[in-house]
């Protein structure tokens, strides 16, 4: 395998970004290192053609004498057997504006990826090669070039602004209420309607009773054109204390007379 990948930046930013091992885990796309484990270690999610797949394992660069770097790394699939070993050596080449990186070595895989198509599987590798040329070239970001950046603005703090005079307008005045009149200082308390007497309770309570009776069997119209009777019917009009005084000196007379004349009538019986 041989592949180029030009970047338009010095090669000593390269070489520093090689030689530091946090940079390097920075710039391989995808890569989710795990806590507590090599800097160029972790979970890579490779996506070719239509198919996911997620490897597991680490990379590994090693400066040589000659200038260029090697490049090792082994993964296995986090749900298969699959595996992946790469051995790979990159050489930095200075040019005009900047510099071309060339890619040798060899890749071995099987499991999922061997079943894919190749020019898929080789479009993949081209991408992730220049995805990972690209971030080493990038500037590592510190505090002290954001700084750099954006200078500090000196802010002073914002005056505020007068208020406008308001014209106010004279106060019109104000009559006195007229006051209220003395209300009267005993008022007389409406009293409460008479609670019903026992006597009408227990009418109301039969005249519910009857109508429940006689409603049975009727027809729907004369249950509808019936009056009213039990808690809905009208409730007579008490009688009077007068009358039922009448009634009660009424009855004890005429027994009175009723036996009365029976004693006269038979007097005269005996007389004859």
């Not at 520093?16 to 806590?35: I, K, S, T, Y």
């Not at 071995?108 to 991408?127: E, H, I, K, N, Y």
């Not at 509808?224 to 009660?248: I, K, M």
């Amino acid at each position: 395998m041989e592949h180029e990948v030009f970047v338009p930046v010095q090669a000593e930013r390269l070489r520093e970004a090689l030689a530091d091992p946090v940079r390097v885990a920075r710039a391989v796309p995808g890569l989710q290192q795990d806590a507590g484990t090599p800097p160029v270690s972790g979970r890579l999610k490779v996506r070719v053609g239509g198919h996911t797949i997620t490897y597991r394992g680490t990379v590994r660069v090693t400066a040589r004498d000659d200038g260029s770097y090697a490049v090792e790394g082994d993964a296995t699939e986090a749900r298969g057997p699959g595996t992946v070993k790469l051995a790979l050596a990159l050489t930095l080449t200075p040019s005009d504006g900047g510099t071309t990186v060339t890619i040798t070595g060899t890749t071995t895989a099987d499991g999922r990826v061997a079943d894919l198509p190749p020019d898929a599987v080789s479009a993949t590798t081209d991408r992730l090669l220049n995805r990972f040329v690209e971030n080493l070239a990038e500037a590592p970001e510190t505090p002290q070039s954001a700084a750099e950046r954006e200078p500090e603005r000196e802010t002073e703090p914002e005056k505020p602004e007068p208020e406008p005079e308001i014209e106010r307008e004279p106060e019109a005045e104000v009559e006195p209420a007229p006051e209220a009149e003395p209300s009267a200082p005993f008022e007389e308390e409406e009293q409460a309607p008479p609670a019903p007497s026992r006597v009408n309770r227990e009418d109301a309570v039969a005249e519910a009773a009857h109508a429940r009776r006689t409603m049975i069997g009727r027809s729907a119209e004369e249950v509808d054109h019936a009056p009213p009777r039990g808690r809905y019917a009208p409730v007579p009009a008490p009688e009077t204390a007068d009358a039922r005084a009448t009634l009660r000196w009424a009855a004890p007379a005429a027994a009175v007379a009723l036996a009365s004349a029976i004693a006269v009538t038979r007097a005269l019986r005996k007389r004859r």
